[in-house]
Structure formats: structure tokens, C-alpha cells
């Protein structure tokens, strides 16, 4: 994109120099990085990793997954359907473990709408200014033009699948 650092730095709200350890392989960033660094770009973080559309059958297998894992929380993000990502769909499964928080993501673009549904555990979702606590079984679906947060109050992991939908704003979030 020819961007500087510091231009960079100010589009995403991460620092200059965690954005020079980062590009030089010195520090691995958190979820919460990742995201902010995709949004100030204007891309999804699957798209921002390098993931490519494709038109014909492909099956991907468990340890070809684009997988994140936070260094500091344990939480885990996997791309399940790398096929959708440049059509502006993300569906992701996420593991974050006892105790554990996968820090506040920033907000989407406006139209940007995500869905989740816990598979097991418990998640509590802090949207802004409102909190829901979901069970094993239960979804929740929310604009994504919003700063949310998802923790783990259990002791157990907890599982859950996420879809970003950003197909309707023009391009990825």
C-alpha cells in the first residue's frame, strides 16, 4: 500500500515500533494487533494473512487451517472456509481457555455483522455498553460496528464458531 511506518501506525492504533517488530519477525502480535493492523487496512485478517480465493473443490484438513494463537492468552482463531474470505465471509472457530479473554476487538465498518454460536463452555460477550452471558448452544448475532470482547468465565475451554459477514459494505471488514 506504500505506506510508512508511522502513516500505518496512525490508520491502526498500533505503535511504530510494535509495527517494526512485527514486520521484522521480532515480536508475534496478539489477536487484538491482528485485527486492528486488518481494519486499518481495510481488509479481513484472513485476506491481511494471505489467504487465497479458490472455485474449485478442496478440502482442507485440520493442520492446514490459518491458525492465530494469542502468545499472551492461549486463545485460538482458525479460518474454516478459506474459500468465502474473499467474497467477504469469515467463518472461524474459536478456543479461549479458562479464565482466558480474547481482549477487545476494534469495530468494524459499518454494514459489517457477525454471528456466533457457542459450542461448548461458556462465553461472556461484553458489546459496548451491554454484557450477555451465553451457554453451550446458544447464538448471538450483533453489528460489528461496535469495540466487543469475549471471556471465558468457565473451567472449561470454551468452543465457539464465528461468521463476519462484511459481503454487504463493498468489500471485506
Not at 517488530?21 to 502480535?29: A, F, L, M, T
Not at 485476506?47 to 472455485?55: R, V
Request: proline share 6%; aromatic share 4%; with cysteine.
Amino acid at each position: 500500500m506504500g505506506l510508512t511506518l508511522e502513516a500505518l501506525a496512525e490508520r491502526t492504533g498500533v505503535s511504530r515500533a510494535m509495527l517494526s517488530d512485527i514486520e521484522r519477525g521480532v515480536k508475534n502480535p496478539t489477536l487484538k494487533v491482528v485485527c486492528q493492523i486488518a481494519e486499518g487496512v481495510g481488509c479481513t485478517v484472513s485476506q491481511l494473512l494471505g489467504e487465497q480465493l479458490t472455485d474449485t473443490i478442496r478440502v482442507l484438513r485440520k493442520a492446514e487451517r490459518q491458525t492465530l494463537l494469542d502468545p499472551q492468552t492461549g486463545v485460538e482463531r482458525h479460518l474454516l472456509a478459506p474459500a468465502l474470505v474473499q467474497r467477504g465471509i469469515e467463518v472461524l472457530w474459536y478456543m479461549i481457555p479458562p479464565g482466558q479473554s480474547t481482549g477487545v476487538f476494534p469495530a468494524h465498518r459499518p454494514g459489517v455483522v457477525e454471528q456466533l454460536t457457542v459450542v461448548q463452555g461458556q462465553l461472556r460477550c461484553s458489546l459496548h455498553d451491554q454484557e450477555e452471558r451465553l451457554e453451550a448452544g446458544d447464538s448471538l448475532f450483533f453489528p460489528a460496528n461496535l469495540p466487543h470482547c469475549f471471556s471465558n468465565p468457565g473451567a472449561e475451554p470454551c468452543c465457539y464458531f464465528l461468521v463476519i459477514d462484511s459481503s454487504q459494505v463493498g468489500g471485506a471488514s
